[in-house]
């Protein structure tokens, strides 16, 4: 059966392009098999949050459609689908239209690189750590396009805010990064997973305290705040403050095209969750090196990791209050980049030093 | 190969309309994003060549950060396209001579390499890191050039800094310091007081 696959285009397009074909076809179907579960993952994100927030404030939370309220994000969905798309006057039609694409395609892209298990990854590249970067940063042009093509201030207003959050945020996380890849080595996330895995707590079988997170612990609090910045969620959510600029970049737009910004939004913070997990948590490894532990399949470990993670941004939605913007840039540039640059130095001159834990 | 070469076509094909459109739209800012366009196709064009470092430098610098910058500003500022238009046919000589002077530099540093021989240079090998050797080379060979760059541009960004910087005298500002220091004692008093009798 896999033979006679294989085999196939090249019976049907012959050497030269046979060969493509298959790359394609095969790339196109692993393709789907992440962004199914993912967009999966991203509607009953939303119910959590949803679900994890009414609990904290002692309500119930969505439980009419269907049993314990599961279908209630396909009813959003449904509804969504439905709902007329509505054209601002003298919008820029074009790129009123682009925005949404751009918003969704970074944060579908990203995934390309991510490693699930052990050799499960789509790309492995080894320059991957960059790749993401690279595409989570074009993320921005989402917001600017769609605040200026919706020909509307508040739109426009909510877009600057935005971009200059994120551009500024960037670099704090562009940093963090950096001295992840220096303990590590490698800009291969695959390879940044591997080499967590050694170290004295490791030999021990205590795996968990030789992960990233311990020894790299103001970085880890740095990426994961600059990433809850990032992706613009509350206490961050200045861009659509609704007490000062009703919704954003996102205020003009209807139906499907608001729920690609809205899914882009959901997926980029599982992304973070997910990069939080392989970085500074080990991504697939298990927590302990004990015999019954091993049986657990590589990827619910990273599974497990990102929900804790992620379910951590709804926590800080839930407790927090809204940062006002002049506080949110001094967090970033006064706070976060110096916080980095320190202790990017500590940990230069320390794996240097005879006290390396990194050889 | 011939599927490269299709690919390649797509892309330059891709860059060539993206960069004539830089210079023919009407809207500086549909202008801004088809450079963001060209800028993301000779990253997939780099790509192609198995240089992935430069490849997403080019996005991570020019597409994420540069051009965000630029549609900043070109989306802030309101441009008068007619005052743009008017140098157009007195400057064209120049940026005709400027064009071909650039044109003429490409042709001979590429001509012999790929007009002589339509060789292909080997493929790399596997483990083969393009940024690793990017990185040996940078920070061995050439760490005093590379040093003194990075050196250059901190000093344009401090003289840049230096130069928007401007301190209003009657600008109110909070320092947040401060007012995490604050103690209710100093602030608040407390003044007991003896309960009101009942109505």
């Known amino acids: 059966m896999l033979e006679w696959i294989v085999t196939r285009p090249d019976a049907w397009f012959g050497p030269t392009w046979g060969p493509a074909v298959y790359a394609f076809v095969a790339a196109l179907v692993f393709i789907v098999a992440i962004m199914i579960p993912l967009f999966v993952a991203v509607a009953y994100l939303t119910l959590w949050e949803r679900k994890l927030i009414g609990w904290m404030q002692i309500r119930i939370g969505p439980n009419r459609v269907g049993p314990l309220g599961l279908l209630q994000p396909i009813a959003d969905g449904v509804k969504l689908l439905f709902k007329e798309l509505i054209l601002p006057t003298n919008a820029d039609k074009q790129l009123y239209l682009l925005a949404p694409v751009l918003a969704i395609t970074p944060a579908l892209a990203a995934w390309a690189v991510i490693p699930f298990a052990p050799q499960v990854v789509l790309a492995n590249i080894n320059a991957g750590l960059l790749y993401v970067m690279a595409l989570t940063s074009t993320g921005v042009y989402a917001v600017i396009v769609a605040g200026w093509a919706s020909n509307s201030k508040y739109a426009f207003l909510g877009a600057m805010r935005s971009a200059a959050q994120m551009v500024s945020y960037e670099i704090a996380m562009g940093f963090a990064l950096v001295v992840v890849l220096m303990v590590s080595g490698s800009l291969n996330l695959s390879d940044i997973v591997n080499a967590q895995a050694h170290g004295r707590f490791a030999a021990m079988g205590l795996n968990f305290l030789s992960w990233n997170w311990l020894p790299l612990a103001p970085i880890l609090v740095v990426y994961f705040v600059s990433g809850v910045a990032e992706t613009n969620r509350s206490p961050f959510d200045v861009v659509e403050g609704e007490s000062e600029i009703v919704a954003g970049h996102m205020v003009e737009y209807s139906g499907m095209a608001f729920a690609m910004f809205f899914l882009a939004e959901y997926m980029n913070m599982i992304l973070i969750s997910t990069l939080t997990a392989v970085m500074f948590f080990g991504g697939w490894q298990a927590p302990i090196d004990a015999p019954l532990l091993e049986r657990v399949p590589a990827f619910a470990w990273l599974l497990a990791k990102v929900f804790v993670i992620s379910s951590m941004f709804l926590w800080f939605r839930a407790t927090f209050p809204r940062y006002r913007y002049d506080q949110v840039m001094r967090l970033g540039w006064k706070v976060f980049i110096p916080v980095t640059l320190v202790w990017l130095a500590v940990v230069g001159i320390w794996m240097r030093s005879p006290w390396s834990i990194w050889s | ?199």
Request: aromatic share 10%.
């Open chain 2, 1 to 199: 190969m011939i599927v490269e070469t299709a690919v390649f076509y797509l892309f330059a094909a891709v860059m060539l309309i993206a960069g004539l459109r830089v210079i023919t739209a009407r809207n500086p800012v549909h202008a801004a994003l088809f450079l963001v366009l060209a800028f993301f196709t000779a990253s997939a064009i780099w790509l192609l060549l198995e240089a992935e470092f430069l490849a997403i430098a080019l996005v991570l610098v020019y597409v994420g950060a540069v051009m965000v910058l630029f549609l900043f500003v070109v989306m802030m500022l309101d441009i008068n396209l007619e005052r743009l238009r008017e140098g157009f046919w007195r400057n064209l000589p120049l940026a005709l001579v400027v064009g071909a002077i650039m044109a003429a530099e490409i042709v001979a540093v590429i001509a012999e390499r790929y007009f002589e021989v339509a060789s292909q240079a080997p493929p790399l090998p596997a483990g083969y890191s393009n940024t690793r050797a990017l990185g040996m080379l940078l920070y061995t060979d050439y760490a005093y050039a590379f040093e003194i760059a990075a050196v250059i541009l901190l000093v344009a960004i401090v003289a840049a800094i230096a130069l928007t910087l401007r301190r209003r005298k009657d600008t109110k500002y909070q320092s947040p310091a401060q007012q995490v220091r604050v103690r209710p004692a100093e602030r608040v008093r407390l003044v007991s007081m003896p309960a009101e009798k009942d109505r």
